[in-house]
């Protein structure tokens, strides 16, 4: 695939987290490391993990593999040894992945541990606890929606099983990718029965296993064993509540607000049918087994970093942000912080896209546009292009040299004058509309390219990454690599495919 890269600055792109990442805010104030390689080398030098951690990471792994059906990776038994780390990126269980920035994720982290060295393992945790089953419950493909059916249920959606419905929706999309490779890593993945972190976790594990990748599942009774602790001493001193609050007025003197609202308790009850939040002083808290705690949003990072050998953490934008709430609650609970890294961004651009591109003599940045400034931006780049700019600085030039004489004879009239040369502002502009229709019209069949263009990279004026599932443009493994080659997390930027 040939790519094209460029800065998020070009396109005015200027998030909190892109802020820290280029260094426009002091990262001190939100985060324990600096967001490059030299910070987590230092993350590196003074990362500590217990052995028993390790051990109990490492079984838990391969049980869940077991689990999965899934022969286990020998990067697994690596986690063993006391100089081996991980790097890590985390996502929901979104039906047939979701949106293509779920491949981007992925390939970063993976790119990042092959910058760090052979000591580094790449992790997907997948959020299995999640109960919002809209959110995960859909993915595009080639203009079409694919949706699965609700269970009525509020379970934490990785142990919801495959049914048959289910199984219908992803046959309707498999026959639409030409891709062999695609439809078979699909099917091998969801099967009637199977829970969706299982289904979830052998899709990523065929795309992604081949690069070192391992992928974790929270959801587990050892690692919850592990952890009880943490959950323990949240439930009992609500630090997360003080803490957060304390970090969210640090964010707020730079004018940052606050990504996700904290509760007094950051954690819910979980069984198989429901994941119900806890209260402060809620006397269920005692009754329940630690596979029974769920950590929130807010909470589960410090989980991860609990039971994790990691180093860094790869997320979008709002996870940075949300990360950045946390600095002052990770130091309370003595749980180092990792690096915090902002994911690149990605378009596929095809082939009859570019030519279009190619023949206006533009660049992907162009189509951050809106559709006016680039349907505008064509028309001037006409032949015998005509604008009333020079009209319009002639008049203005005309009204001051009459202005000058006028105060002179009847200052009175100079109200009168400006009138004037507003109507006869009014005129030129409405002849420049005039023209611009006459060759919009001449020029229908550009002008409905820019619409398409801008519907294939923007559809319903949302990221592309961010809508449209990355199986209608990801065929083989070699474009698996060239993703993970192109996508690194230091210094992120926006690339361009082009299929």
């Not at 957060?244 to 069984?271: C, K, M, P, W």
């Not at 009754?287 to 990691?310: C, D, G, H, K, T």
């Not at 009333?388 to 105060?407: F, Q």
């Amino acid at each position: 695939m040939r790519t094209w890269s460029f800065p998020f600055a070009e396109v005015n792109r200027n998030s909190f987290a892109l802020k820290v990442a280029n260094g426009n805010v002091d990262y001190r104030n939100f985060f324990e490391y600096q967001p490059n390689l030299q910070g987590i080398y230092d993350a590196k030098e003074k990362k500590r993990f217990p052995s028993h951690h390790r051990k109990t990471l490492v079984e838990a792994l391969k049980g869940q593999y077991e689990q999965w059906e899934i022969p286990v990776p020998a990067n697994v038994s690596r986690l063993l040894q006391e100089d081996t780390f991980t790097v890590t990126t985390g996502h929901q269980l979104n039906f047939l992945s979701g949106p293509h920035f779920f491949f981007t994720k992925i390939a970063s982290t993976i790119h990042l541990s092959r910058l760090v060295g052979s000591d580094c393992i790449p992790v997907f945790w997948m959020a299995s606890e999640d109960h919002d089953f809209e959110e995960i419950a859909s993915a595009i493909l080639f203009g079409k929606t694919f949706q699965i059916d609700s269970p009525n249920s509020a379970a934490p959606v990785g142990r919801m099983n495959m049914s048959e419905s289910w199984e219908q929706e992803v046959q309707k999309a498999i026959e639409l990718l030409s891709s062999d490779w695609a439809k078979s890593i699909i099917k091998q993945a969801y099967k009637v029965g199977f829970p969706l972190s299982k289904c979830i976790a052998r899709l990523v594990h065929e795309i992604f296993g081949p690069f070192g990748l391992i992928i974790l599942n929270g959801d587990s009774v050892a690692l919850k064993n592990l952890a009880y602790p943490i959950f323990e001493k949240e439930f009992e001193k609500q630090i997360l509540a003080k803490k957060v609050t304390e970090q969210n007025e640090v964010l707020a003197q730079f004018g940052i607000e606050a990504q996700v609202y904290h509760r007094d308790v950051n954690l819910f009850s979980l069984s198989r049918i429901s994941r119900i939040r806890l209260e402060k002083n809620d006397p269920q808290f005692k009754s329940l087994q630690p596979v029974e705690i769920s950590p929130n949003a807010l909470m589960r990072p410090l989980y991860q970093e609990f039971i994790l050998p990691n180093l860094a953490y790869i997320g979008g934008a709002a996870e940075v942000a949300y990360w950045a709430q946390l600095k002052q609650a990770f130091a309370e609970f003595q749980i180092q912080m990792p690096v915090v890294l902002l994911r690149p961004s990605v378009f596929f651009v095809d082939s009859k896209h570019q030519q279009w591109l190619e023949k206006w003599n533009w660049k992907i940045q162009d189509a951050f546009l809106d559709e006016n400034q680039l349907i505008k931006k064509f028309i001037q780049q006409q032949p015998n292009h005509f604008s009333v700019h020079e009209y319009l600085e002639t008049l203005k030039e005309l009204e001051l040299d009459a202005k000058s004489k006028i105060e002179k004879i009847e200052p009175t009239l100079i109200s009168t004058l400006s009138a004037e040369i507003e109507k006869m502002k009014g005129m030129w502009l409405g002849l420049e509309k005039k023209v611009e229709k006459s060759i919009k019209q001449k020029q229908e069949t550009e002008v409905q390219r820019i619409g398409k263009l801008k519907n294939a990279l923007f559809p319903d004026q949302i990221f592309q990454e961010r809508k449209i599932n990355g199986f209608q443009f990801i065929q083989n493994q070699q474009q698996i690599e060239q993703l993970i080659d192109t996508c690194s997390p230091i210094q992120p930027q926006i690339h361009a495919f082009l299929v």
